[in-house]
Every structure is written in C-alpha cells, then in structure tokens.
T-cell receptor, first 109, second 113 residues
Framework: KNEVEQSPQNLTAQEGEFITINCSYS?????LHWLQQHPGGGIVSLFM???GKKKHGRLIATINIQEKHSSLHITASHPRDSAVYIC???????????FGKGTRLHILP | DVKVTQSSRYLVKRTGEKVFLECVQD?????MFWYRQDPGLGLRLIYF???????EKGDIPEGYSVSREKKERFSLILESASTNQTSMYLC????????????FGPGTRLTVT
C-alpha cells in the first residue's frame, strides 16, 4: 500500500469550476506540502501546513491530522492552473518527505 | 527569492559515460536533495545532504553518487550512465533542521542513449 494516495489521478474541468484534489496518507506527519509542477517546468511549493487551513489567492489547502487527509481547492479555475499537483507529507519513522504520484489537472477554456 | 539553479535543462549522454549534474542554491540552505521523477512513479529521493561533505542515501541511490564540497553546491554523479537512468532530475534545498519549505530547481531532463 502506498503511503500517500492522491485522487483523482487526472482531472479535466471547464474554466471557472471549483476544483478539489484529495490526499490521504498513512503515517504520522509533522507537516504536509502541496506542490505545483507546470508542464516542462520546475516544482513550486504552494503550501506547507501542519493543521487547519491556509489560503493563497484562489488556492485553499486544508488538513485533518486525525483523519490523515488533506485537500487542495482551486476556486474559479483558469487554464493557467493546468499543472500537476503533488501532495507531499513529511513524517514517518525517518521524518522524511514522501511524495504522492500527483494529480494532473487540465482546465479547458 | 530563493533561487535553486541546475546546470542544464536538457542533457543527452551515451551509455557508459560519466555524467555530472550540478545544483546551486543562493540562500545559504543547509539541506540539499536530489530526486528523480518518472511517469507513474512520482518523485523519488536519490541522495541528500545536511551539511558540507556530508551525504546520506535516499530511497534509490544505486548507480549514483554525490558530492558536496561547498554549502551552496550539491552535485549528482552518474559514474557509468545507463538507459534506465533516463529521467527528469530535480534538485531541492531547505534551510536548517525541522520543518521548512522545500525549494526546487527547474530540473534536468537527462536522456541516456
């Protein structure tokens, strides 16, 4: 069983739709990162959170430590949001970062 | 802004060649990491370093070595490149111990023919 599961793996939506990407993990964590990777591009850190909720522009990240679950929401999605979104909790026995396989998001104009 | 740079965006090498991938960060970060990213497998940690001249194996160190002679520079070395090392290689850095933001370089897409 993977330590980090993201869903969905792929998501295509129309511009303006509300997007939710989910992440479940099986280890105790000290923090969780959400990362964004544009096609052919490097990786950018969107959020690092250890409890509650964080908001940055149209992006919102939430985490429920008890349920070992985090979500990334995008409001009023735009084609420029098209990217791979990666959930990366830090924790486990070695307190290292474990990467999910990513969710490929495609927003149609 | 933290800047993590990698020496090449694209590299094509032949099987058996020795390959050097360089990573430099300009924010005096103590921790540096090398990952490879492959379709369907996500990011996998190859090696990391918490200090100058210090290195630790990650999850997939076989076929790789690293060098950290200066704090700002972390090099990944493929002693004898093989076709299964064709991949996207990403360098990252973080400051100090504890939980902190991870900053990634732009990546190097290496093709071994």
């Amino acid at each position: 069983k993977n330590e980090v599961e993201q869903s969905p793996q792929n998501l295509t939506a129309q511009e303006g739709e509300f997007i939710t990407i989910n992440c479940s993990y099986s280890v105790g964590i000290s923090a969780l990162h959400w990362l964004q990777q544009h096609p052919g591009g490097g990786i950018v850190s969107l959020f690092m959170l250890s409890s509650g909720k964080k908001k940055h522009g149209r992006l919102i990240a939430t985490i429920n430590i008890q349920e070992k679950h985090s979500s990334l929401h995008i409001t009023a999605s735009h084609p420029r949001d098209s990217a791979v979104y990666i959930c990366a909790p830090r924790g486990g026995r070695d307190d290292k970062i474990i990467f999910g396989k990513g969710t490929r998001l495609h927003i149609l104009p | 802004d933290v800047k993590v740079t990698q020496s090449s965006r694209y590299l094509v090498k032949r099987t058996g060649e020795k390959v050097f991938l360089e990573c430099v960060q300009d924010m005096d970060h103590e921790n540096m990491f090398w990952y490879r990213q492959d379709p369907g497998l996500g990011l996998r940690l190859i090696y990391f370093s918490y200090d100058v001249k210090m290195k630790e194996k990650g999850d997939i160190p076989e076929g790789y070595s690293v060098s950290r002679e200066k704090k700002e520079r972390f090099s990944l070395i493929l002693e004898s490149a093989s076709t299964n090392q064709t991949s996207m290689y990403l360098c990252a850095s973080t400051e100090g111990q504890g939980v902190s933001e991870q900053y990634f370089g732009p990546g190097t897409r290496l093709t071994v023919t």
